[in-house]
């Protein structure tokens, strides 16, 4: 049963770099079936979608936060990271990773079929 | 633009049916997924592709679309229903990008 598990620091200072880990268990990564997302949630409020990656390397940001946003893969270590820099107080939220199957046609359109496996989610906060 | 708009809250009493709506300018060109997320909990995926519900997923949580609009429908609501929906959609053949609509609290009364 495939298992995701985010890590990383609870607390981050403003202007730094908030940087998390999602290792993949009881599955492989490098799947040409998935892509694999960064979604989060300010307390009390709705979620973000942050960005995803495709084992391959190739990224998908929200234009929003694009500009402070980098996705990573390690195909060796089963394991995909976020890094998000530049952090304030609006950054404070639970980070959840998922798993985003989908398929494609030979005419290269992409199909996709939700996100059906998602991490317990870590708290961040952003603090001085 | 690419928003999801969703209802803040539904109430319906423990029986009925209750219905949540989903609306956006690329749900006619996009299919929409919709996730239960409990307090404290992660979401889980309820329907995917407008209308397919995963497995495991009870027979009375249903999904349709119409134009601009989806509905996330759930019948014989039970208490254990009660629970933030949230409406998702995405494109990864153009824009590449994936939006969540506000979140709707449905309260069972």
């Known amino acids: 049963q495939l298992q995701l598990q985010e890590s990383g620091p609870g607390l981050v200072k403003p202007s730094e770099t908030l940087s998390l880990t999602c290792t993949v268990s009881?599955?492989?990564?490098?799947?040409?079936?998935?892509?694999w997302g960064w979604i989060r949630q300010p307390p009390g409020k709705g979620l973000e979608w942050i960005g995803s990656?495709?084992?391959?390397?190739?990224?998908y940001y929200n234009p929003s936060l694009k500009s402070r946003v980098t996705i990573s893969v390690d195909t060796s270590k089963n394991q995909f990271s976020l890094k998000l820099s530049s952090v304030t107080a609006a950054d404070t939220a639970v980070y959840y990773c998922?798993?985003?199957?989908?398929?494609?046609?030979?005419?290269?359109?992409?199909?996709?079929?939700?996100?059906?496996?998602w991490g317990q989610g870590t708290t961040v906060t952003v603090s001085s | 633009s690419f928003e999801l708009t969703q209802p803040p809250s539904v109430s319906v009493s423990p029986g009925q049916t209750a219905r949540i709506t989903c609306s956006g300018d690329?749900?006619?060109?996009?299919?929409a997924y919709w996730y239960q997320q409990k307090a404290g909990q992660a979401p889980v995926l309820v329907i995917y592709?407008?209308?397919e519900r995963p497995s495991g997923i009870p027979e009375r949580f249903s999904g349709s679309s119409s134009g601009t609009i989806v509905t996330l429908t759930i019948r014989g609501v039970q208490a254990e229903d009660e629970a933030d929906y949230y409406c998702?959609?995405?494109?990864?053949?153009?824009?590449?990008?994936?939006?969540f609509g506000g979140g709707t609290k449905l309260t069972v009364l």
């Open positions: 690329s749900l006619p060109k996009q299919y």
């Open positions: 998922a798993r985003d199957p989908f398929d494609i046609t030979i005419f290269g359109v992409v199909t996709r079929w939700g996100m059906d496996v």
């Open positions: 990656i495709y084992y391959s390397g190739s990224t």
């Open positions: 009881g599955g492989s990564i490098s799947s040409s079936s998935y892509y």
């Open positions: 998702q959609s995405g494109d990864r053949s153009n824009s590449y990008r994936d939006v």
């Open positions: 592709k407008d209308t």
